[in-house]
């Protein structure tokens, strides 16, 4: 009965899991608007805060935001239905396509009713990099941190490693003042250490059994060399989607090719996973026109690599694909989190967070200018005028009103549907 009480914020849950694009930087965008300013089930504070966080940890940030936030209001039941109901429209999709490649053209997408998505999701990151400067920016220190993370961050923004060290770097920076903040007064949050015990037993079973199962050619050994393959992915990963699938092409798509790899599988029953480069590049360019994580292309990829195997098997490797991406992610923000949290009590921790805080505004800041890269805006053609009205037009929308996120979303479509027409 507890779970009746709770029944409007998963609503809000699933509203913002169908409506949520753009990755993890329109994602905090949109949870800024839906879960800070319309719901008001966390503050905008804490979002930051939960957001810088989740950037020190590798998994889909976005998605731990979230999660987040259901684990404060419901503790951990909350925390896992809230990330089970975000994660299910997104992986759903992205299995359904992977049966339904052959009828499928990636080009349809973003010339199509989503032709006017990514512009409003840069207007929602935007927003949220408003917003954040008000909060984290109040002094010179904190100036010179975002300026000098939105440079780094924009040249080197593919590189995964490139965020945890901004990060650490900025925490480092803001203890150099001899400025003491007040300790928090809190209380002390119990930390669950099956979390991290079952993460890496997991992480450990999977490395060995994976390895025997190749090694002895077990028959029907391709779901626990998948398995393997995408819970190592959101245990490594660092820095989102843009850097998840490049790994899973090397994993997918170029390594089967090494001559090394073939050595190693000649006479075997069973061979390597493998996904065509075409189908790979499809279900990449898919992925960034639905609804909700990033990380989700494993559901495709778990597809694809079973497919030749029937219906039953494509369906497993879906499954198999979407439960290995997100539990790592899951595991390691509900173990971390409450450790973070106590050590906030600390004055070394807490003064950490303002240039933790600071380097994530630069992160969205440089990600805005990054995401109009690719973007038509330049110009006087009729699309790069509509194309900046639409960043602007969200932004001002999200500043400056209450409009529901899901029906600017619902706008920026019926708008691409009109210049189809």
Same mark, same amino acid.
């Given at each position: 009965?507890?779970?009746?009480?709770?029944?409007?914020?998963?609503?809000?849950?699933?509203?913002?899991?169908?409506?949520?694009?753009?990755?993890?930087?329109?994602?905090?965008?949109?949870?800024?608007?839906?879960?800070?300013?319309?719901?008001?089930?966390?503050?905008?504070?804490?979002?930051?805060?939960?957001?810088?966080?989740?950037q020190l940890l590798p998994g889909a940030s976005s998605t731990q935001v979230l999660t987040l936030i259901g684990y404060k209001r419901g503790g951990i039941p909350l925390g896992i239905l809230t990330l089970l109901i975000w994660i299910s429209p997104a992986c759903l999709l992205?299995?359904?396509?992977?049966?339904?490649?052959?009828?499928?053209?990636?080009?349809?997408?973003?010339?199509?009713?989503?032709?006017?998505?990514?512009?409003?999701?840069?207007?929602?990151?935007?927003?949220?990099?408003?917003?954040?400067?008000?909060?984290?920016?109040?002094? $010179?220190?904190?100036?010179?941190?975002?300026?000098?993370?939105?440079?780094?961050?924009?040249?080197?923004?593919?590189?995964?490693?490139?965020?945890?060290?901004?990060?650490?770097?900025?925490?480092?920076?803001?203890?150099?003042?001899?400025?003491?903040?007040?300790?928090?007064?809190?209380?002390?949050?119990?930390?669950?250490?099956?979390?991290?015990?079952?993460?890496?037993?997991?992480?450990?079973?999977?490395?060995?059994?994976?390895?025997?199962?190749?090694?002895?050619?077990?028959?029907?050994?391709?779901?626990?060399?998948?398995?393997?393959?995408?819970?190592?992915?959101?245990?490594?990963?660092?820095?989102?989607?843009?850097?998840?699938?490049?790994?899973?092409?090397?994993?997918?798509?170029?390594?089967?090719?090494?001559?090394?790899?073939?050595?190693?599988?000649?006479?075997?029953?069973?061979?390597?996973?493998?996904?065509?480069?075409?189908?790979?590049?499809?279900?990449?360019?898919?992925?960034?026109?639905?609804?909700?994580?990033?990380?989700?292309?494993?559901?495709?990829?778990?597809?694809?690599?079973?497919?030749?195997?029937?219906?039953?098997?494509?369906?497993?490797?879906?499954?198999?694909?979407?439960?290995?991406?997100?539990?790592?992610?899951?595991l390691l923000v509900l173990f971390f989190f409450p450790i973070w949290y106590n050590l906030q009590r600390y004055v070394v921790v807490y003064r950490a967070m303002e240039g933790i805080n600071a380097v994530v505004v630069g992160i969205m800041v440089a990600g805005t200018i990054?995401?109009?890269?690719?973007?038509?805006?330049?110009?006087?053609?009729?699309?790069?005028?509509? $194309?900046?009205?639409?960043?602007?037009?969200?932004?001002?929308?999200?500043?400056?009103?209450?409009?529901?996120?899901?029906?600017?979303?619902?706008?920026?479509?019926?708008?691409?549907?009109?210049?189809?027409?």
């Amino acid at each position: 009965m507890i779970i009746l009480r709770h029944i409007p914020f998963l609503k809000a849950v699933f509203l913002h899991s169908v409506s949520a694009f753009g990755g993890p930087q329109g994602h905090f965008g949109m949870m800024m608007k839906t879960f800070v300013h319309r719901r008001r089930d966390v503050t905008e504070q804490e979002l930051l805060e939960y957001n810088s966080f989740c950037q020190l940890l590798p998994g889909a940030s976005s998605t731990q935001v979230l999660t987040l936030i259901g684990y404060k209001r419901g503790g951990i039941p909350l925390g896992i239905l809230t990330l089970l109901i975000w994660i299910s429209p997104a992986c759903l999709l992205m299995g359904a396509f992977s049966f339904l490649l052959e009828f499928f053209e990636s080009k349809s997408i973003s010339d199509g009713i989503f032709k006017f998505i990514q512009p409003m999701a840069v207007g929602f990151l935007a927003f949220a990099a408003t917003r954040s400067f008000k909060l984290a920016i109040h002094n $010179n220190i904190t100036r010179i941190i975002m300026i000098v993370s939105t440079i780094t961050t924009y040249f080197l923004f593919k590189s995964p490693w490139i965020f945890p060290v901004l990060l650490v770097v900025g925490g480092f920076v803001t203890n150099l003042s001899d400025k003491r903040i007040p300790e928090k007064a809190q209380s002390v949050k119990k930390i669950k250490w099956g979390n991290i015990w079952l993460f890496a037993i997991i992480f450990l079973l999977a490395g060995v059994v994976s390895e025997l199962a190749r090694k002895n050619d077990w028959p029907n050994r391709r779901p626990l060399n998948l398995f393997e393959n995408t819970y190592r992915f959101g245990s490594l990963v660092f820095g989102g989607g843009q850097v998840l699938i490049p790994m899973m092409y090397e994993q997918y798509v170029e390594r089967p090719k090494s001559p090394v790899v073939i050595r190693k599988n000649l006479n075997k029953k069973e061979n390597v996973i493998s996904i065509e480069r075409d189908d790979f590049y499809t279900g990449a360019g898919i992925v960034r026109a639905i609804p909700g994580p990033v990380f989700s292309i494993a559901s495709f990829m778990g597809g694809m690599a079973m497919k030749d195997k029937g219906n039953a098997w494509q369906v497993l490797g879906c499954i198999i694909g979407s439960i290995a991406i997100f539990l790592p992610s899951a595991l390691l923000v509900l173990f971390f989190f409450p450790i973070w949290y106590n050590l906030q009590r600390y004055v070394v921790v807490y003064r950490a967070m303002e240039g933790i805080n600071a380097v994530v505004v630069g992160i969205m800041v440089a990600g805005t200018i990054y995401m109009m890269r690719d973007i038509s805006v330049i110009g006087f053609r009729t699309v790069s005028m509509v $194309n900046l009205g639409v960043i602007l037009g969200t932004w001002l929308l999200l500043t400056f009103t209450r409009l529901p996120s899901p029906l600017i979303v619902l706008i920026c479509f019926l708008l691409g549907w009109a210049f189809q027409i």
